[in-house]
């Protein structure tokens, strides 16, 4: 990408700034999805462990 000179008042390149977002951005998304895909597998874990506790409390208390 070639740069411009296209400066604000401060002196720094107004496509720094640009380039940043969209760095952050990019970022931003992959950690929601890291996070979302986490939490689906713990939920999944969760079920499961309940699933089987539940069984095993039921031998216990005579339910099935």
Partial sequence: ????????????????KDEKKQKQQRQTVLWTV?????????AIIILIEGVELFDY???WWGYN
């Fill in 34 to 42: 890291y996070h979302t895909v986490l939490a689906v597998e713990l």
């Fill in 57 to 59: 409390c039921s031998y």
């Fill in 1 to 16: 990408m070639t740069k411009c000179n296209n400066k604000c008042m401060c002196g720094r390149n107004i496509h720094d």
